[in-house]
C-alpha cells in the first residue's frame, strides 16, 4: 500500500510557489509543443532534459512530467481544428474531432477532448500510484535471465504493435536500435566494440542527441518534404461540456483509461497505441458504432482519455523496473539518471520520496492543463498561425544546441544529424520510430543481462528457460513471434 503521509508530504512540496511557476509554464510550453506539427512530446522533452542540468532534481523532474503531460494533451488542438494531429498519440483523436469542427462543434470538440484528458490521467495516477509499490517489490526477484527476456519482450511487442500493418518492419526498427546499442564498450570486460578505432565511439551512442535526432530533425524533414498548408478552422461553440456528457460517457471513460494505462505499461507501445485501443474498445461497447469517423463524441472522449493515461502507464515501469513504457518516457528515464535518481526495483526503498512526487507533478500537470485548455484555446490556437518557415529554422538550432549541450562534444551534433536523416529515410518507408529508440535503450540492459546470466550458469542457456519468471516472458516472447511468423509460412506455402 502507498505511504499516505509521504503522499501529503509530496503534495505540501508540490504546491509551494516555485514548483507551482515550473508546473504552470512546463505544462504551457507542452502544450504548444504537442500542438504544432512536428513538435512531439519525445522532442520536447528530449530538448528540456539539455536545459535542466542545473535544476535540483525534484524541479527538473516536475517540469519534465509538466511537458510530457501537456504535450500529448496538446497535439489535441491541431487534430480537431485541422486534421493535423500534433503527435502520434493524436492520430485517433482527429478521427472524430475533426468532422465535429466541420459539423461546427470544433468548441465543443475541443472541451471534451481537454476532459477527457483530465480524467484519463486521473485514471493513470491512481494505478500508477496503487500499481508501482506492488510491481516493485515484484520486481525484486528479477535477475540477469530475467531482464534479457524483459528487454527482448519489450522490442518485440513494441516492434509487433507500433506497425500493425507490417510488424516485421518494426522488428527491423527494434533490432536496428539493438545493434546500434552494442556500439561501445561492453559492460562487462569494457572491451570496445564496432567503434572502428573512432575515440568518440568507444563510450557508446549517446542517447539525447540519438532521440533528438530520431524525432526532432526527422520531423522538420518530414515538414520539409510535406508542402501542404493547412487552414485554421473558424468554428465556434461551447467550450465547457454539459454534465450530462460526462455521465453518458462515464463508463468509457473508465474503460479508456484503464486500456490506455495498461498499453503504457507495455514496453515502448506508448501512448499513441493507447488511443487506438481505447477507441477499438469504445466501439465494441458503443450504442452508436455508426457515427465513430463521423463526429462520435463517444470516440473522441476515448481517444484522449486512452493516450493521456498512457502517460502515468508507461510511467510505472521507468520507476520500477528501469525500462521504458513510450518513447517520451524513454527520455524521462535518461532524465532521471542525470539528475541521480536510480529507476529499478529498489526505487521504493532507496527513492520512493521520488516516486511520490512524481504522482504528485503530474496531477497538478493535468490540473494545469485542464485550466489552460479552458483559458487559453483561443491565445494558443494564434500560435499555429506563425508560418511555418520562419519556425523550422528555430527548431533546428535548438535540436543542435541541445544535442551539443549534453557533453559539448561536436560528435553528439553529428550523432543528432546521422539518426535524424537515417530516420527520415526509414520513416519514408513506413518503418516506425519507436523500436528502434526502444532498442537502442533497452540494448545496454538486453546485453548486459545476457552476458552476466551466460557467466553466472557458466555458458549455459538453461535457466533462461526454467527458472519461473523467465519462462513465462520466454513463452511470451515466443508466442509473439510465431503468432506473426507462422501465417506468413501458411501465406506462402498456400502460394505455391
Not at 505540501?12 to 510557489?17: G, H, M, N, R
Not at 573512432?198 to 540519438?210: E, Q
Not at 521520488?354 to 479552458?374: C, D, E
Not at 520466454?474 to 501458411?490: E, W
Request: positive net charge; charged residues 10%; proline residues 5%.
Amino acid at each position: 500500500m502507498p505511504d499516505f503521509s509521504a503522499i501529503l508530504t509530496a503534495f505540501s512540496a508540490a504546491l509551494s510557489l516555485e514548483m507551482m511557476l515550473i508546473t504552470i509554464w512546463a505544462t504551457i510550453l507542452g502544450i504548444v509543443f504537442g500542438m504544432l506539427p512536428g513538435l512531439t512530446a519525445t522532442m520536447g522533452l528530449a530538448l528540456l532534459t539539455t536545459l535542466t542540468f542545473k535544476m535540483e532534481s525534484v524541479a527538473a523532474i516536475t517540469a519534465l512530467l509538466g511537458l510530457y503531460v501537456g504535450a500529448i494533451y496538446g497535439g489535441s488542438r491541431t487534430a480537431i481544428i485541422l486534421n493535423m494531429p500534433g503527435t502520434p498519440a493524436s492520430a485517433a483523436t482527429s478521427l472524430d474531432g475533426y468532422p465535429l469542427a466541420r459539423q461546427s462543434r470544433a468548441r465543443e470538440a475541443l472541451g471534451l477532448a481537454t476532459i477527457g484528458s483530465f480524467f484519463g490521467t486521473m485514471v493513470g495516477v491512481i494505478l500508477l500510484l496503487f500499481t508501482a509499490p506492488i510491481l516493485a517489490d515484484y520486481a525484486l526477484n528479477f535477475g540477469s535471465y530475467e531482464f534479457f527476456w524483459l528487454a527482448l519482450f519489450g522490442v518485440v511487442i513494441s516492434g509487433r504493435l507500433t506497425a500493425m500493418d507490417d510488424p516485421l518492419k518494426g522488428w527491423i526498427a527494434g533490432f536496428l536500435g539493438l545493434i546500434i546499442a552494442m556500439i561501445g564498450q561492453e559492460q562487462v570486460f569494457a572491451y570496445a566494440r564496432f567503434s572502428f578505432d573512432i575515440k568518440d565511439l568507444t563510450g557508446g551512442v549517446s542517447l539525447i542527441p540519438a532521440m533528438v535526432g530520431a524525432f526532432g530533425l526527422v520531423e522538420i524533414l518530414s515538414s520539409i518534404s510535406n508542402s501542404k498548408t493547412p487552414k485554421l478552422s473558424q468554428n465556434k461553440g461551447r467550450l465547457l461540456p454539459q454534465a450530462r456528457d460526462l455521465t453518458s460517457n462515464a463508463g468509457t471513460i473508465g474503460r479508456s483509461g484503464l486500456a490506455g494505462t495498461l498499453m503504457g505499461l507495455i514496453p515502448g507501445v506508448g501512448e499513441d497505441i493507447g488511443a487506438w485501443v481505447s477507441y477499438a474498445i469504445a466501439k465494441r461497447f458503443s450504442r452508436s458504432k455508426e457515427l465513430f469517423g463521423k463526429g462520435s463524441t463517444e470516440g473522441l472522449i476515448a481517444a484522449e482519455t486512452g493516450n493521456s493515461a498512457a502517460v502515468p502507464g508507461a510511467i510505472i515501469p521507468v520507476l520500477t523496473l528501469a525500462i521504458p513504457g513510450s518513447a517520451p518516457s524513454a527520455v524521462l528515464l535518461a532524465a532521471l539518471v542525470i539528475h541521480g535518481v536510480q529507476p529499478g526495483p529498489l526505487i521504493m526503498l532507496t527513492g520512493a520520496d521520488m516516486v511520490y512526487s512524481v504522482v504528485a507533478a503530474i496531477v497538478l500537470a493535468a490540473v494545469v492543463m485542464t485550466i489552460a485548455g479552458v483559458l487559453l484555446t483561443t491565445p494558443l490556437l494564434m500560435v499555429l498561425r506563425i508560418p511555418r518557415e520562419r519556425l523550422l529554422p528555430i527548431i533546428f538550432v535548438l535540436c543542435t544546441v541541445g544535442a551539443f549541450a549534453i557533453a559539448s562534444r561536436p560528435f553528439d551534433v553529428w550523432t543528432m544529424l546521422a539518426f535524424g536523416v537515417i530516420g527520415f529515410v526509414l520513416k519514408q518507408l513506413n518503418f516506425p520510430m519507436a523500436p528502434l529508440v526502444l532498442g537502442l535503450v533497452l540494448g545496454e540492459l538486453l546485453d548486459k543481462s545476457l552476458r552476466r546470466g551466460l557467466i553466472l550458469s557458466e555458458g549455459s542457456l538453461e535457466p533462461f528457460f526454467t527458472r519461473p519468471i523467465s519462462a513465462v516472458l520466454a513463452a511470451a516472447t515466443i508466442i509473439s513471434i510465431l503468432l506473426l511468423v507462422l501465417p506468413l509460412f501458411r501465406k506462402q506455402a498456400a502460394q505455391r
